[in-house]
């Protein structure tokens, strides 16, 4: 697959998976298809060589016909939408547009030059999406399977749920090859510091507090972010069309346990790494305190969903994908790369 059109290649995971694909496929071109949002930042996939950038808007499907057939374009890689819950509780508009319309927008175009115009004959739509569409679990519950009811108890997860029907109905209507992932959550470089993992290490930095939703022991299986990767690549190179995979992390823990190795995290760096506390004075730690003090319990999440964790045999089994990184080696990496990359994250807290 030489050439892809990858959607929202300029954020988190999308742009991680640029550059995963670029080292990974060094001769493959890669289209960057993004609108440049908030969470959205060119500088994030400026290194790779192989990715063009086209500021655009995926529910613009006059444009992204024309991206396909000048670029001959037989993979979609669709990273695009609006994923902060807090925003969608807020202002949930915005996500059906994006993550609705925009899919559907995607969908046509892709039918169009792929299927009725007999451009591409072998082709994929590689549509990513999220284990919130499922609902909540219950403490012994077992783990999302693909075969699980959706449940979406949020307007974010709503939103990807209607997608991913979309997505299944244009392979069983109109017969688009396409396959879906849906992961838990992600971490690792690059990540908008609105999420918990960047938001509480930045804050740790800074001093700011670090505010724990309700009792701090809503459950979440964690997946590093070139897990994920790797796993979508597994999905593209060897999944069945029409297919449904969970991707996880096999990393499930209470949030409270996230945040205490947070904190420990920041503590061992600052104990570590010479300098740290010349520049980040106001952190903690560059006092000598525990991290840890800066935790502050704030009013719970408007349906916050209670426990997520993911069953991933599946593609275990039919696509070989095994996640690399524990959640110890990935925090560290993680925290690691934010303290080397200040240029990156820093103009984003003034935004």
């Not at 807020?90 to 995607?106: E, M, Q, R, V, Y």
């Not at 009725?116 to 999220?130: A, C, L, Y």
Request: glycine share 8%.
């Amino acid at each position: 697959m030489p050439n892809l059109l990858v959607t929202g290649g300029a954020g988190f995971i999308g742009g991680n998976f640029v550059h995963y694909w670029g080292q990974q496929h060094p001769d493959d071109a890669i289209i960057v298809l993004d609108c440049l949002t908030y969470a959205g930042n060119r500088s994030t996939i400026a290194d790779v060589e192989q990715a063009s950038l086209i500021v655009g808007d995926i529910r613009d499907a006059d444009l992204v016909e024309k991206l396909l057939r000048k670029h001959g374009i037989a993979t979609i890689v669709h990273f695009a939408a609006e994923s902060h819950v807090d925003r969608s509780i807020t202002g949930p508009d915005a996500f059906i547009d994006t993550n609705i319309l925009g899919t559907n927008s995607l969908l046509k175009a892709a039918r169009k030059v792929w299927l009725d115009d007999g451009r591409e004959r072998d082709h994929r739509f590689h549509h990513i999406s999220t284990d919130e569409v499922y609902g909540s679990l219950g403490p012994s519950d077992p783990a999302f399977a693909e075969t699980t009811q959706y449940q979406p108890n949020s307007p974010y997860s709503a939103s990807k749920a209607a997608s991913d029907h979309l997505v299944r109905a244009y392979h069983h209507t109109y017969g688009l090859q396409v396959t879906t992932t849906n992961c838990s959550n992600n971490y690792g470089p690059y990540h908008y510091p609105e999420k918990l993992i960047p938001l509480f290490m930045l804050n740790a930095l800074s001093g700011r507090p670090l505010p724990i939703y309700g009792d701090g022991m809503n459950v979440r299986d964690w997946l590093y972010v070139e897990d994920h990767c790797r796993g979508i690549e597994a999905a593209l190179l060897n999944g069945t069309p029409g297919e449904t995979y969970n991707i996880g992390g096999g990393e499930e823990l209470p949030n409270m346990t996230v945040i205490d190795r947070i904190c420990a995290e920041v503590d061992r760096a600052f104990a570590e790494i010479e300098g740290l506390a010349e520049r980040y004075p106001h952190a903690p730690a560059a006092k000598g305190r525990a991290t840890s003090e800066l935790k502050t319990f704030v009013e719970d999440r408007k349906g916050h969903d209670r426990r997520y964790a993911i069953d991933e045999s599946k593609a275990r089994a039919q696509l070989g994908y095994v996640p690399r990184h524990d959640f110890e080696n990935g925090l560290r990496n993680t925290l690691r790369w934010y303290l080397d990359n200040e240029a990156w994250w820093k103009p984003l807290l003034k935004a």
